[in-house]
């Protein structure tokens, strides 16, 4: 699983190095995307981060505050092709992104003004390091109402890596199969269903993938298991 540490000491940036350079951003790539970001916005204001995937339960950042919110015009879809990671060039998987339409639960931090500047740094290493995510400022509503502008990272259509097709019978089975030196892409799913359920929030595509996943994981159990004892019966020969 992904650590804080691995963001700060260069480790995540290393491991993506065995991608092509077109799939693979630079420190200054990074920087140049966070700075530009950032131009729109008053030095003194607070800045807003809006999680929906795993930085739900795992946001690896020091933050001030951090509330249930709701995204609108933007649902969850495992669109990107993902061959790093949880997943690998011979089994590539899906990385959750954002796509238009429909509303998203999810959570927004507020970053101290003390030490925003690290934060944002780390935060923009986690997700543009392979420059699939598109940066945009969208209105958040928080649990009680309060309306916040945040940095929220959507699906960018335009990547190599974007996947039109994104539907539960597609991208489960694909799912189920992909792991890499991060652990599994259907441990990603799993840890997501349940950071929902435990927040009390709903989302059908991510409860029906999760249901299919494991559907799939069962199926590929079961074929070793015969697999395993068609070789033990021929041995017995």
């Known amino acids: 699983m992904l650590t804080r540490l691995a963001l700060s000491s260069g480790a995540y940036l290393s491991a993506l190095d065995g991608l092509p350079s077109e799939l693979r951003w630079s420190e200054a790539d990074i920087a140049r995307s966070m700075t530009a970001m950032l131009a729109g916005q008053p030095e003194d204001a607070d800045i807003w981060i809006f999680g929906y995937g795993s930085l739900i339960w795992n946001p690896l950042t020091d933050h001030a505050e951090r509330h249930a919110a ?129 927040h009390q929030m709903r989302d059908l595509y991510i409860i029906e993938l999760a249901v299919r996943i494991r559907q799939c994981l069962l199926r590929h159990r079961q074929r070793a298991g015969r697999s395993a004892a068609l070789i033990r019966g021929a041995a017995a020969y």
Request: with cysteine; aromatic share 8%; hydrophobic share 40%.
């Open 70 to 198: 709701c995204l609108d015009g933007w649902h969850r879809s495992f669109c990107q092709r993902l061959t790093v990671g949880r997943a690998a060039a011979h089994t590539p998987g899906r990385m959750l992104g954002l796509r238009n339409g429909g509303r998203t639960d999810g959570v927004v931090y507020r970053l101290a003004a003390a030490t925003r500047e690290e934060e944002l740094r780390l935060i923009w290493i986690r997700e543009m390091a392979m420059g699939t995510y598109r940066p945009i400022w969208a209105p958040v509503r928080m649990a009680d109402g309060t309306p916040v502008r945040a940095i929220v990272f959507v699906a960018d259509q335009d990547h190599p890596h974007y996947e039109c097709d994104s539907e539960i019978e597609t991208v489960a089975p694909l799912i189920a199969e992909a792991r890499g030196p991060w652990g599994s892409n259907a441990e990603y799913v799993f840890k997501l269903a349940a950071a929902l359920e435990h």
